[in-house]
Nanobody, 115 residues
Framework: QVQLVESGGGLVQPGGSLRLSCAASKSIFSIHAMGWHRQAPGKERELVGY???????NYAHSVKGRFTISRDNANSTVYLQMNNLNAEDTAVYYC?????????WGQGTQVTVSS
């Protein structure tokens, strides 16, 4: 199993930035893929972005150029840097990890973009 603990959500004004963190209970090197989804009120959960063990990083079209996923291998932590936020980015953000052919989820962290 992989435990994922998220932090960093909150309220931000349009155009602002936030950084989310996701600390994993296992080494990132042992995880096949890791990334973020989000779910806005009344909408289905959607992929934000992820990186795979093969070294590729992919982003949803809606966040490309604004969001960046990075990783701290020593601390088994993945980050989601979100810039130029707008109201459509308001959602609960979930970290996830694919490990041993199973998907594990974090508890979610709320991001609200509002003036």
């Amino acid at each position: 199993q992989v435990q994922l603990v998220e932090s960093g959500g909150g309220l931000v004004q349009p155009g602002g930035s936030l950084r989310l963190s996701c600390a994993a209970s296992k080494s990132i090197f042992s995880i096949h893929a890791m990334g973020w989804h989000r779910q806005a009120p009344g909408k289905e959960r959607e992929l934000v972005g992820y990186f795979s063990s093969g070294g590729t990083t992919n982003y949803a079209h809606s966040v490309k150029g604004r969001f960046t996923i990075s990783r701290d291998n020593a601390n088994s932590t993945v980050y989601l840097q979100m810039n130029n936020l707008n109201a459509e980015d308001t959602a609960v953000y979930y970290c996830y990890a694919v490990y041993m052919a199973r998907i594990f989820w974090g508890q979610g962290t709320q991001v609200t973009v509002s003036s």
